[in-house]
């Protein structure tokens, strides 16, 4: 009876001011924990609005349909939502795009993300996906040239992470100058990215100063990790830096006592300075650690320390 009553005042509603009576509708929906009763408020919403719904109510009453996994209605109403006056927004396309491909439509999702990259050029979401789905259809070129453009116009961050995803597809392509490059970028657009930096170091081992930038940004960044100390102790050394080259190994030392690289370096280090037993007994510590180590094979076979710089500078 009370639904009944309820239906009624609705109707009359509806006809005396659809604008409130949608609001109503509206508000039930999203007060509502069950998905099939927002369903229901947000389908009457969209009803009462008389083919001038919203954007923001079309892409809801969508995602409302796919919980209750009416997958058909949920892709018409994102549809709608897309085509909308107002113009298609980054969480529709999206959507959209993902139903799209999951239906095997790859060209009718390339143009949703293309059409709504126009109104959105700097989406990193939307960047991204358009790329990925670039890739996998085998337009690597096409790909590349869309996260580029994405990357000028994004913000600082957006930029950053775009070109992370440019340097791990020029990576994947054998492309390694242009990776490079893609690397320093999104290193130098958002320093306190761990990934970039990460990125960098591995592809600069053959740019000493661009190598050192990117461990001491390591360092800084996640001070507690004992690799990165070790690989700035080597390099240090190997730039005849022998007192930062110690603190560095001693850091890393503190982090893990049993770091392979940085045991290694350290018995160098004592070695150069004229202390042989106590750099055997970083070598044995070595040993125990690390049995491939190339200064552990060198004492082994000599029974002394014979170092030479091809045992430390491959940890470069």
């Not at 980054?90 to 059409?115: N, W």
């Not at 800084?220 to 080259?245: D, I, K, Y």
Request: hydrophobic fraction near 40%; aromatic fraction near 4%.
């Amino acid at each position: 009876m009370e639904r009944s009553k309820a239906q009624e005042t609705l109707q009359t509603l509806r006809s005396v001011n659809p604008q409130r009576c949608m609001s109503l509708l509206t508000e039930l929906a999203y007060s509502s924990h069950s998905p099939v009763e927002r369903h229901r408020w947000l389908s009457e919403a969209v009803s009462c609005a008389r083919g001038d719904a919203s954007r923001k109510l079309l892409h809801d009453l969508g995602e409302a349909s796919l919980v209750i996994d009416r997958r058909d209605e949920a892709m018409s109403y994102f549809e709608q939502a897309f085509q909308h006056p107002d113009g298609p927004d980054v969480d529709t396309a999206k959507a959209l795009a993902q139903m799209y491909v999951r239906k095997d439509r790859t060209k009718d999702a390339l143009e949703v993300y293309r059409v709504a990259l126009q109104s959105s050029p700097g989406s990193l979401p939307l960047i991204r996906n358009y790329g990925q789905l670039l890739l996998k259809e085998g337009r690597s070129s096409e790909a590349i040239g869309a996260i580029s453009r994405g990357a000028r116009l994004a913000p600082a961050n957006e930029a950053s992470a775009l070109h992370l995803l440019l340097a791990e597809l020029h990576q994947g392509l054998g492309q390694m100058s242009e990776a490079l490059i893609a690397w320093e970028a999104a290193a130098s657009l958002n320093p306190e990215s761990v990934a970039a930096w990460r990125g960098l170091a591995a592809a600069a081992r053959s740019d000493g100063q661009l190598h050192l930038r990117s461990l001491r940004n390591l360092v800084r960044l996640e001070p507690g990790n004992a690799e990165w100390h070790a690989q700035l102790g080597a390099l240090r050394l190997a730039a005849g830096e022998v007192v930062e080259a110690e603190a560095d190994v001693d850091r890393a030392l503190k982090l893990d006592p049993c770091n392979g690289p940085a045991l290694e370096l350290k018995a160098l280090l004592l070695e150069k300075a004229g202390k042989e037993s106590q750099a055997l007994d970083f070598v044995e510590r070595v040993a125990r650690e690390n049995k491939s180590s190339k200064a552990v094979v060198a004492v082994e076979l000599t029974g002394k320390l014979h170092w030479e710089s091809v045992h430390w500078i491959g940890l470069l």
